[in-house]
Each structure stands twice: as structure tokens, then as C-alpha cells.
């Protein structure tokens, strides 16, 4: 992903064209995104969030207009790195003739990997949202073009025929690889978490065999 201070063409940001300034926009951004690791958003204080980084509570609100604006900016960053990770993996023609088995393991790989990088971000706005479900439309739409964008990469290796029924398909087993990737990032209820290998190739073996029920 690029650093945060080159992506900062973001509703609620204060432009900057001094690069120093930049830079420290793109620190606040990158500090807060690794705090929520540990925390919750309610529990990220502004005071700490600035101390991390060396910057005054007063840089903070010259480039943010309120906490909510700065949590939307690191939405926006995620979101805009799941759309780049999606793209390159539809322009990517090395795996065109890959079979069912290591397309699978690409895409789900390819999610896992998007989600462990905002994983804070994530759950934290999985939390926020939980009564203002507007607020999660960018990722929803994310989830939408992730499934669009493995259709095509998917129902070759799929055979011939049953278009429809296999476009299906597809869709709902990436609801359930979500569903669960969801789930361990909220509940991280065992026995595999976010940050395990196994669940990488239980779920795109699990993918697969939705996939090869469709086809048989």
C-alpha cells in the first residue's frame, strides 16, 4: 500500500501542499489505523492518538474537522486499498489457466490480506456502525465489486454452461468466506484467527467445494 501521505485527496482532510505537512497528516493517519489494533474508537483519545506522533492536538483539528471526519479518512484509505488489491488481481493474466483449486486460494489470499492490513480499521467500524449501518456502504460496496471482479476469474475454470447457476454460486460462497472473515475479526471466536495460515487454505478449499457442488 502507499504511504498514507500520498493518499490524501480525502473528504473532511485539510489539503496541504507543503510536503511536511503531508507527512504529518499521514502519520496521524497511519498511528491511528495501528492503535486500533489494540483499541477500541471510543477508547482512541485524540491526545494519545497526537502524542504517538509528536504532533499538537491543534495540527490535528487543523487537518481534520473532528474525530468522525478522521475515522472516515481511514475508511476511505481502506476501502481505496481493497479496490486497488481487487483491480490488480483481475489485470493480473498469470493465473488465467490456473485451475478451480489455485483460483480460489489467489482470491480468498487476496481478501485475507486486505483485511489483516486494516484489521483495526475494520472492526472498528464494524463496531461504530452497529446502528448506523449507512456508514458501512463503502464496504459493502467493496464486498459487491470483490465478487464481480473474481466472477469472470472463476467461471472458466467452472466449465461450460449453467452461467446463471455458477454466477450464483460464486456469490454466495464469497458471502460466506466474508461472513466468516467478518466474524474473526469481530468475535475472534477460534479455532483459527484472522492472522492464521490454515484459515487462508481452509476457506479457499471451503470456496472451491461450494464451487465443485455447483458444477456437479
Not at 47 to 67: D, I, M, N, Q, W
Not at 69 to 76: E, I
Not at 144 to 171: C, D, H, S
Request: hydrophobic letters at 45%; a positive charge; aromatic letters at 6%.
Amino acid at each position: 500500500m502507499r504511504p498514507f501521505s500520498e493518499q490524501l485527496d480525502l473528504p473532511g482532510v485539510t489539503p496541504s501542499r507543503q510536503k511536511r505537512s503531508r507527512e504529518t497528516t499521514g502519520a496521524l493517519l497511519a498511528a491511528g489505523a495501528e492503535m486500533l489494533r489494540r483499541r477500541s474508537l471510543a477508547e482512541l483519545s485524540i491526545e494519545a492518538l497526537c502524542a504517538e506522533v509528536g504532533a499538537t492536538v491543534g495540527a490535528f483539528y487543523s487537518r481534520f474537522e473532528s474525530k468522525e471526519a478522521y475515522f472516515n479518512a481511514l475508511m476511505a484509505l481502506a476501502a481505496r486499498d481493497g479496490e486497488r488489491r481487487i483491480a490488480q488481481m483481475a489485470a493480473d493474466t498469470t493465473g488465467r489457466d490456473a485451475d478451480l483449486a489455485a483460483r480460489c486460494r489467489q482470491l480468498v489470499g487476496g481478501v485475507i490480506g486486505w483485511m489483516r492490513a486494516h484489521e483495526g480499521v475494520l472492526r472498528a467500524a464494524l463496531q461504530h456502525d452497529d446502528n448506523r449501518p449507512d456508514k458501512w456502504t463503502a464496504f459493502k460496496q467493496l464486498a459487491r465489486a470483490n465478487t464481480e471482479r473474481a466472477t469472470p476469474l472463476l467461471l472458466p475454470a467452472m466449465g461450460k454452461g449453467r452461467r446463471a447457476a455458477k454466477t450464483r454460486a460464486i456469490a454466495f460462497g464469497f458471502q460466506v468466506v466474508l461472513g466468516t472473515l467478518v466474524n474473526a475479526i469481530l468475535n475472534n471466536p477460534g479455532p483459527l484467527s484472522l492472522h492464521d495460515k490454515e484459515l487462508e487454505v481452509r476457506l479457499g478449499g471451503l470456496l472451491r467445494q461450494l464451487l465443485e457442488a455447483e458444477m456437479g
